[in-house]
């Protein structure tokens, strides 16, 4: 009897940690959280489920009531809008990596290109090619490169000839499988495609600055999901961050 009250006493003391974890992260966090969260795991947590997603998808979802402890956006608009609703819990919100704009190509027909005002892009397209990005009305990585393609000066050659994909990941996948001849895409997610390559980075001050916000969710403020933000926060997660080519913001 003493044994099994000892049992509950334990259960009970850690509620929020036998619970786990709901992480709702933009599609272009998922092979760095995925490996963070293994790391999570192996300190003895339970491994979280992470739901990845674009941020505009992740952001409704998350005004309209689904379920969540911490919500990681590829932008700061979107963490914006989800604490416009009240929904972030107080003192939680931080961004903690960056990263930088790409053009990239099918390796196998990989034609680099410096990155300018008024670069020459027809070349790369071809006569029916479309560019794949985000979706430039709502997925933060289609927002940034309609502002570097304004700012350079090439936005209105190309944005009748764009595939605007639900997420970076599915624009990175539309030049993966030969759908599109190049895509704008963010430099972390050509690490985990062997099948495309780089063709130029654009210009930091042709964007806003691409920053990743992490926040604590009110309906989802618990010990546990506050200790794993505050773990994110240590060497190990930033080594894995780094791996996957995540800069300082």
Same mark, same amino acid.
Request: no cysteine.
């Given at each position: 009897m003493k044994r099994l009250l000892a049992l509950l006493a334990l %259960?009970? %003391?850690? /509620? %929020?940690h036998a619970a786990g974890l709901t992480i709702f992260a933009a599609a272009s966090l998922t092979n760095a959280m995925n490996d963070i969260g293994a790391l999570w795991a192996a300190a003895h947590h339970k491994k979280p489920v992470f739901s990845f997603a674009s941020s505009a998808t992740l952001a409704q979802q998350i005004e309209h009531g689904a379920p969540a402890n911490i919500f990681a956006s590829a932008d700061e608009a979107w963490m914006d809008d989800v604490g416009r609703h009240d929904l972030i819990a107080t003192g939680t919100r931080a961004s903690l990596v960056g990263g930088d704009l790409v053009l990239v190509e099918p390796r196998a027909s990989l034609r680099p290109v410096t990155i300018g005002p008024n670069f020459e892009i027809g070349p790369i397209l071809g006569p029916t090619g479309r560019l794949a990005v985000g979706d430039p009305k709502s997925v933060p990585a289609g927002l940034y490169a309609k502002q570097a393609l304004i700012k350079l000066g090439v936005w209105e050659r190309v944005r009748d000839r764009l595939a605007p994909a639900a997420s970076v990941r599915a624009a990175l996948l539309l030049v993966e499988r030969g759908e599109a001849p190049a895509g704008i895409v963010y430099g972390t997610d050509v690490r985990v495609s062997p099948n495309v390559a780089v063709a130029g980075v654009f210009p930091a001050d042709s964007h806003d600055p691409i920053r990743y916000p992490f926040a604590v969710l009110k309906a989802g403020d618990? /010990?546990? %999901?506050?200790?794993?933000l505050n773990f994110l926060h240590t060497p190990p997660a930033q080594d894995v961050f780094r791996h996957y080519g995540f800069t300082k913001p």
């Open positions: %259960a009970f %003391a850690t /509620p %929020a618990t /010990p546990e %999901a506050r200790a794993f």
